[in-house]
């Protein structure tokens, strides 16, 4: 059974519930789940996939609770098992399975129409910045690891680059391989939502890096 919950922090209670009423109608016509709109929606600090939240609306202006179904949450966990061969293999299953859920968060709370970067899409409705992206990318990454679904990696504060003097400040989520003790980056927000977010070194990621194109 899958939920989410929306609260706007600079919204009215009253206002938000009769909107979210509209939207919980559309979305109950549209698929077979049951949603619950809550009025003090914050962050989950223990993230599991029946229950976590995700942000956005540009520096986590917005939150939403989610509560993902067993079908979905099934389709993460076939990407990353059985276990990966080695760290590489796992990377690019993170990277698949990060892809997956922003799909089908996107559904649920209109991030799904999310383009890459910030400025492209600015004053776009979905559109997050990459605080909202490094956010959401670690929780996903905390909830795949709580499942024992890494074997070789673990997850870490997400990191800034950037600070305005070499460039626009800039955050990523991150991931450490256990047994070289290197660390990626795990950048979900140069891409549109659902599409695999790009893992790099992150010395390499500090430097400015960006993908091609």
Known sequence: MTYIAHESRRQRVSSLLTV????LALLLATRSAKAQVTSDAEVVSTPAPQHFSVCYGHGCRDIAQIGLSPAEWQGVRDRLTPPAANAAMERQRISAAVALLESFVGAYTGTGRDIGGTFPGTGRPGQMDCIDEA????TYLNMMAAENLLRWHT?????IR????FGWPHASAVIRDTQSGQRYAVDSWFHRNGVAPEIVPLKTWRSGWRPEG
């Open 20 to 23: 979210a009423a509209a939207g």
């Open 162 to 165: 950037g600070f305005f003097i």
């Open 155 to 159: 997850v870490e504060d997400h990191a």
């Open 135 to 138: 956010t959401n990318t670690t």
